[in-house]
């Protein structure tokens, strides 16, 4: 079992639809992060947390530390959303080090 | 804004070609990565660096080295090319106040 989990691991959507991708990790961990990948390779942050919720434009991203979980969530969908998104821990014990997940290709049809 | 750039886009090389890919950072951060990204895999820590000078194995260091002799540089090293190198390859920096990494925008092997 990998320590972080996605899912789904594919997903489309229609234009205005409202997205919710999970993540779901199996250590103790000092931070959580989302992260974005356009076709053609780059690679964007969107959200560091460790307790909460953070909101940024259309894209919320909330943790819940006593059960392992996290969820992004895309509002008002729209094509130009379509990547990859990709969830990494920081574990309490790694240090500096990120364990990915395998991400989540999503698309938003108009 | 902090840059990551990474030498080249694509590149195809063949097996037992000593292949150097290049990363270069400009916000003086500490810490320096190299990722290799596969389908189904997600991607997968090579090796990093905390300093220059300093490195430590990842979790796929096999068939890599990598050299760090100035803070903005961090290269990563294919000794001996193969076909199972094929991916692509991601350089990031991180500041070790923040923890953000930034990565740069990936090289493309190919091994033939």
């Known amino acids: 079992k990998n320590e972080v989990e996605q899912s789904p691991q594919n997903l489309t959507a229609q234009e205005g639809e409202f997205i919710t991708i999970n993540c779901s990790y199996s250590v103790g961990i000092s931070a959580l992060h989302w992260l974005q990948q356009h076709p053609g390779g780059g690679i964007v942050s969107l959200f560091m947390?460790?307790?909460g919720k953070k909101k940024h434009g259309r894209l919320i991203a909330t943790i819940n530390i006593q059960e392992k979980h996290s969820s992004l969530h895309i509002t008002a969908s729209h094509p130009r959303d379509s990547a990859v998104y990709i969830c990494?821990?920081?574990?309490?014990?790694?240090?500096?080090?990120?364990?990915f997940g395998e991400g989540t290709q999503l698309t938003v049809n108009p | 804004d902090v840059k990551v750039t990474q030498s080249s886009r694509y590149l195809v090389k063949r097996t037992g070609e000593k292949v150097f890919l290049e990363c270069v950072q400009d916000m003086d951060h500490e810490n320096m990565f190299w990722y290799r990204q596969d389908p189904g895999l997600g991607l997968r820590l090579i090796y990093f660096s905390y300093d220059v000078k300093m490195k430590e194995k990842g979790d796929i260091p096999e068939g890599y080295s990598v050299s760090r002799e100035k803070k903005e540089r961090f290269s990563l090293i294919l000794e001996s090319a193969s076909t199972n190198q094929t991916s692509m390859y991601l350089c990031?920096?991180?500041?070790?106040?923040?923890?953000?990494?930034?990565f740069g925008p990936g090289t493309r092997l190919t091994v033939t």
């Open positions: 990031a920096s991180q500041t070790s106040s923040t923890y953000e990494q930034y």
């Open positions: 947390l460790s307790s």
């Open positions: 990494a821990v920081r574990s309490a014990t790694s240090g500096s080090r990120l364990t």
